[in-house]
């Protein structure tokens, strides 16, 4: 079970991952709509770029572009319950391992940017992994197939 403090620091990198997203969409390359979510929260000046660099390295390991769900959704999608999962579980992969949940392990990229990310958000080690990270069994969390299927359920 997550603390309040990391269920607030996810709700956060959702937001900013949304508003990444967006400004993706739309073609800019600026990040000022994420300063202004971070801005207020007095955040460390790192939270931004660290963010970022978290979502293009995941982005470019997959290949593929990442899905969010509408900025103003409840719900969310597949990748961004694997962002917060790689964010969860990042303190217990470094290069070249992996763990249950994460067989395949992850590059030592983004097992660097989810640790800075954690710092910037003072996100302790041993945070739950949130609601319905997939578990080793089910194979790798940003599989597309996974969430196909979860489409799918909900119809």
């Known amino acids: 079970m997550a603390t309040g403090r990391?269920?607030?620091?996810?709700?956060?990198l959702v937001r900013l991952f949304r508003a990444w997203s967006a400004c993706r969409s739309a073609?800019?390359?600026?990040?000022?709509?994420?300063?202004?979510?971070?801005?207020p929260l007095k955040l460390p000046?790192?939270?931004?770029?660290?963010?970022?660099?978290?979502?293009?390295l995941?982005?470019?390991?997959?290949?593929?572009?990442?899905d969010a769900e509408c900025?103003?959704?409840?719900r969310l999608s597949a990748d961004e319950r694997a962002l917060l999962g790689v964010v969860s579980i990042a303190p217990a992969l470094q290069p070249a391992t992996s763990t249950l949940d994460v067989p395949h392990g992850?590059?030592?990229?983004?097992?660097?940017?989810?640790?800075?990310?954690?710092?910037?958000?003072?996100?302790?080690?041993?945070?739950?992994?949130?609601?319905?990270?997939?578990?080793?069994?089910a194979g790798c969390p940003f599989d597309r197939?996974?969430?196909?299927?979860?489409?799918?359920?909900?119809?």
């Not at 990391?6 to 956060?12: P, R, W, Y």
Request: aromatic share 6%.
């Open 27 to 39: 073609g800019a390359a600026d990040f000022s709509r994420m300063h202004e979510i971070v801005a």
């Open 6 to 12: 990391e269920m607030f620091a996810q709700g956060i």
């Open 145 to 155: 197939r996974d969430s196909q299927k979860e489409a799918l359920r909900g119809v």
């Open 106 to 137: 992850l590059p030592g990229a983004i097992c660097w940017a989810a640790m800075v990310v954690r710092r910037a958000f003072a996100i302790e080690e041993g945070a739950a992994l949130p609601d319905g990270f997939p578990k080793a069994a």
């Open 58 to 66: 995941v982005e470019a390991h997959l290949e593929r572009a990442l």
């Open 71 to 74: 900025c103003c959704s409840q």
């Open 45 to 56: 000046d790192e939270t931004v770029p660290a963010c970022a660099s978290l979502f293009e």
